[in-house]
């Protein structure tokens, strides 16, 4: 059974950084590749939404939207761990981020689609002042 678990959440003003990390432990091996990895974010009320995915082997990434060019996903294999790395950062970011693990190594859709995603961390939580 795959868990993921995240950190790295906290408070920054607009404009700053902040890198979320998510540290998978028993996770399936596809020889050299590791599962497809999202990061999503829940604001209160509201459905969770699409960060970013990588794949397993990490040579493909996806972003929605308000995500690219401010936002990168990674994977560092070694360490078994996923980064999101959030620059540029607004108040509208402010959320619960959450990390997730599918069970292929090949993100199914070619964008984060929570559908995809079948087992969930406990969130980390982002706060951007003005």
């Known amino acids: 059974q795959v868990q993921v678990k995240e950190s790295g959440g906290g408070s920054v003003q607009a404009g700053g950084s902040l890198r979320l990390s998510c540290v998978i432990s028993d996770y399936i091996v596809f020889k050299d590749s590791r599962t497809c990895m999202g990061w999503f974010r829940q604001f209160p009320g509201k459905e969770r939404e699409g960060v970013a995915q990588i794949t397993g082997p990490g040579r493909s990434t996806y972003y929605s939207d308000f995500a690219k060019g401010r936002f990168t996903i990674s994977r560092v294999h070694a360490n078994d761990t996923v980064y999101l790395q959030m620059n540029q950062l607004r108040p509208e970011d402010s959320a619960m981020y959450y990390c997730?693990?599918?069970?292929?190594?090949?993100?199914?859709?070619?964008?984060?689609?929570?559908?995809?995603?079948?087992?969930w961390g406990q969130g980390t939580r982002v706060t951007v002042s003005a």
């Open positions: 997730a693990s599918s069970t292929e190594a090949w993100c199914r859709s070619n964008y984060p689609n929570s559908a995809d995603f079948g087992t």
